[in-house]
């Protein structure tokens, strides 16, 4: 049986789908092996700007920033902010992140889609996913169709 995220509208087999699939990722993430690693800054700004609610205790202007960054200046520039900036809401040198447009009731791209077929986030073709994953999600949070 199917079904969708309240938060981010993607599909899975159960309410908590998306949480297990984050679970997943940041196993991966935290081993610092590539492609998985060197992503975790700009893959938990997505899911946590896709999932406010899971997020409510933190300000998500820093996950906005580290997304924005990300999109707008390229991923050595987030990756620089990240580096002196743990958490991503630390000091960061740009001043350009437009405002946030409130969530969509669903996202184009969701964390289901970057886990791929099989939801085990497979090494080949991960970095293209997560960037189609964040320039989706930065698309519709200034609120201008993908
Ligand atoms: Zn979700």
Redesign the pocket.
């Known amino acids: 049986m199917t079904v969708r995220?309240?938060?981010?509208?993607?599909s899975?087999d159960s309410a908590g789908?998306?949480?297990v699939l984050f679970e997943r990722l940041l196993a991966l993430e935290f081993s610092h092996v590539e492609p998985w690693g060197p992503l975790h800054g700009l893959t938990v700004a997505v899911?946590a700007l896709?999932?406010p609610d899971q997020f409510a205790a933190t300000d998500p202007t820093g996950w906005w920033t580290s997304l924005h960054v990300y999109v707008a200046h390229g991923f050595e520039s987030a990756a620089r902010m990240w580096a002196g900036a743990p958490g991503g809401s630390g000091v960061a040198p740009f001043t350009d992140t437009p405002p946030m447009a409130p969530k969509p009731a669903a996202?184009t791209v969701?964390?289901?889609d970057v886990a791929g077929p099989q939801q085990d986030f497979p090494a080949s073709g991960h970095v293209e996913r997560v960037d189609r994953w964040a320039r989706a999600t930065h698309a519709e949070l200034i609120g201008v169709s993908a």
């Open positions: 995220c309240a938060e981010c509208g993607g899975g789908h998306c949480r899911h896709q999932h996202f969701t964390i289901s």
